[in-house]
């Protein structure tokens, strides 16, 4: 199970980090991955890291803002949004990729995130 929180309201310019906690049994899984949906689109990858290597892969409009960390002893990824924009604006999901490689196959419920301009 994944727990998304940290969403919020906040200016334009202003940071947030979202949170995603693993719990329950565990799962074949070989990243975690941030993924976005603002009104009106389709949902968008936004950043990843993969367990074993550590590799951070992030989106072009994210690059140099957003920042994907991880803390195993708490069993949560997290996403430092900084210098956020109205484009920003959307629900932000984590997921885990697996059991099958390159699939995100567990989602959590979404967080809201509102820039305003």
């Known amino acids: 199970q994944l ?10 310019g202003g940071s947030l980090r979202l949170s995603c906690t693993v719990s329950g049994r565990p799962v074949t899984s ?3 991955g941030w993924f976005r949906q603002a009104p009106g689109k389709e949902r968008e990858f936004v950043a990843s890291i993969r367990w074993k290597v550590g590799l951070l892969t ?3 409009s994210v690059k140099g803002r957003f920042t994907i960390s991880r803390d195993d ?3 949560t990824v997290y996403l430092q949004m900084n210098s956020l924009q109205s484009e920003d604006t959307a629900v932000y999901y ?9 699939l995100y196959e567990y989602w959590g419920q979404g967080t809201l995130v ?3 301009s």
């Open 3 to 12: 727990q998304a929180s940290g969403g919020g309201l906040v200016q334009a």
């Open 30 to 32: 070989y990243a975690m």
């Open 58 to 60: 992030y989106a072009d």
């Open 73 to 75: 002893d708490k069993e």
């Open 94 to 102: 984590c997921a885990l990729e697996g059991p099958r490689l390159g």
């Open 114 to 116: 509102t820039v305003s």
